[in-house]
DNA sequence: CCATAATGTGAATTTAAATTCACATTACAT
DNA sequence: ATGTAATGTGAATTTAAATTCACATTATGG
């Protein structure tokens, strides 16, 4: 018996079975996130899986830079568009901490091992992004800080540092069951309170 | 054969073990964190570590405890101390930031999904770990707001949370080859930037 | 139409890690 | 002294996951 899938093209099936992978990160993260289960998730065999990607790392490769254009991305569209700095520092920070009370999976598959410990291409394309991404919250920050709205005396980069790490350790703290408050309470309490801080 | 190794009592070679998987995790991850590497480490038989230990959980829920008990705990000594609230929450941010130098394996676990999917009762007890020295600092911090050391608007709880955010993140960026510059001098940084932020 | 390359599958195979087992040694209580 | 419970080991066994394989189906260019 081979018949119980229609056939697709390859381009297709990449991207499905990066669509379930995705939803399999968000269901079980890291650690559930095997082929069988993407497999499952996707509809396929395991062996078909096999046809589309190299092996599991490329489907990792493949998710990762899914997660970078559709999630990283916005917060570079964000910064590039109309607005004060402050108006889109809001912005990007309650859409990057929606995303992560969506989806947790995904800032665990960021800064997981098996991401770090595994193929070495992957980790350093994500350092980058990151490294991109710390620099486009260092331009608003900077850019508030020259229009008078943010303090003056404060370093554009270790204020971004320290915001990301704000909206990152909340996401380990909620996947570790510790964060007691509502989510969106809890994202709102510390902007207002970051708010405070930079001006 | 059976008497490559001294015999000791069950309570020495618990340490023992615990001693070396704390080793093992500092040079290998958490992924690189088998039996059989711990049991190499403690320089005894894979089996024997079952003889002293229920599972692989136990071990983990004993290094938890080492953990907690070695590391965390500093942080409340040093709150519970003499000198100024900013003081404090310096000696605290430097302690950590050196510990994390020295041993980014530990905030690893600690946000592991081998911690957080694994064991319930670790999850649980490291959730609740966490919160005490969430508390701890909120204390330092409205302490120091309330001598007029630090900002009267800030909310001590969310400072507290991006304090720990930012010394996270900088382990994170850290174990993932994305902090270029020098560690202590990012711990500068970020500290003198944080100064001036709250107050 | 039809050859064949692409797509799909269930059933091995491989690999790595946790765990158990059968047997060897030794501390130590009596 | 001695027997027995505790400690120690190498060699299975189990388990779970990635990967490969042999064979089935089907789209499609000619």
Redesign the pocket.
């Known amino acids: ?10 381009d297709i ?1 990449r991207e499905e079975i990066i669509r379930a992978a995705f939803e399999v990160l968000g269901e079980k993260g890291v650690r559930g996130l ?3 289960a993407i497999a499952e998730s996707a509809g ?5 899986i ?3 990607f190299g ?3 490329d489907v990792l490769s493949a998710l990762v830079q899914f997660i970078a254009e559709e999630i990283m991305g916005k917060a570079s569209s964000i910064a590039a568009g109309s607005g004060t700095p402050s108006a889109k520092l809001e912005r990007i920070f309650f859409s990057h901490m929606a995303l992560i009370g969506e989806n947790p999976g995904i800032p665990r598959l960021v800064f997981s091992e098996e991401i770090h410990l595994g193929d070495r291409k992957i980790a350093d394309f994500l350092a980058v992004r990151l490294g991109y991404y710390v620099e486009t919250i260092s331009a608003v920050i900077a850019a508030g800080s020259a229009e008078g709205e943010f303090l003056k005396e404060l370093s554009p980069r270790e204020t971004a540092l320290t915001f990301l790490g704000m909206i990152q350790f909340t996401a380990l703290r909620r996947v570790m069951g510790g964060a007691s408050a509502e989510h969106v309470t809890e994202a709102e309490r510390l902007w207002a309170n970051f708010l405070r801080l930079i001006r």
């Not at 018996?1 to 390859?10: A, H, P, Q």
């Not at 396929?44 to 078909?48: G, Y």
Request: hydrophobic share 25%; with cysteine; net charge positive.
């Open positions: 018996m081979g018949s119980c899938l229609e056939k697709k093209s390859t099936r095997t082929i069988a396929m065999s395991n062996a078909n096999y046809r589309h092996g599991k790392d």
